[in-house]
């Protein structure tokens, strides 16, 4: 059972476009959603995180909106620029387990 | 401040041996936990360690086991190896078990062949 639906699977934008990715979640007990970024070769790595009691994040040109009720949320990028091509993954956790969507492959072109 | 070293990078065993990979974490994190990455099931928990106990188990074979240590450091070794437990380990710290922020190691590219 995938708890945490991610979408889309993948994405290309053009410089300076906002990329917009999608989570849902199932368990309501996850209290914590973090979003990572990885490049090819390295690990995660966190970009920013929200907490279910906030409706919105901004962090640079990085923005998590959280809907409570719907059981959702999502990652802005804002200005995005080439440099931001990775994976992206969303996830939700409660007592320190990680669970993560399936992770959106975001190409930014010059 | 030092990140999490994870070690070593790169491994190819034979199947049915077992490995031991190694994980240092942040300074003064204490909590560790250990996730599998592949290209068909993505990143998915194994378990995770506070205070040398295990607190929070994902579901793996009992093949798949850790321990942490007095000093936060981490193993996690894997019995019997198989062709599909080639894979992406990754280690992630926390300063404690509860919510806080995961900072993730390069992870060790485990290849079983």
């Known amino acids: 059972q995938q708890q945490v639906k991610q979408s889309p699977q993948s994405l290309i934008v053009q410089k300076g476009g906002i990329p917009i990715i999608n989570c849902a979640y199932e368990n309501t007990a996850f209290d914590y959603f973090p979003w990572y970024q990885q490049f090819p070769g390295k690990g995660p790595a966190l970009l920013i995180a929200i907490r279910p009691d906030v409706s919105e994040k901004k962090e640079g040109r990085f923005t998590i909106s959280f809907n409570k009720s719907a059981k959702q949320f999502s990652l802005h990028i804002m200005d995005s620029q080439p440099g931001d091509s990775a994976t992206y993954f969303c996830?939700?956790?409660?007592?320190?387990?990680?669970?993560f969507g399936k992770g959106t492959t975001l190409s930014v072109s010059s | 401040k030092a990140g999490v070293t994870q070690t070593p990078r790169y491994l190819i065993k034979t199947r049915g041996q077992q490995v031991t990979l190694s994980c240092s974490p942040i300074?003064?994190?204490?909590?560790v936990s250990w996730y599998q990455q592949t290209p068909g099931q993505g990143l998915q928990f194994l378990f995770e360690?506070?205070?040398?106990?295990?607190?929070n188990k994902g579901n793996f074979p009992g093949r798949f086991s850790g321990r942490q240590f007095s000093n936060s450091r981490s193993e996690m070794n894997v019995s019997t190896l198989e062709l599909g437990d080639s894979a992406l380990y990754l280690c992630?710290?926390?300063?404690?078990?509860?919510?806080?922020?995961?900072?993730f190691g390069q992870g060790t590219r485990l290849t079983v062949v």
């Open positions: 300074s003064g994190h204490r909590s």
């Open positions: 996830a939700a956790s409660r007592a320190a387990a990680l669970i």
């Open positions: 992630a710290s926390s300063l404690d078990s509860v919510n806080t922020e995961a900072f």
């Open positions: 360690y506070f205070s040398e106990t295990q607190r």
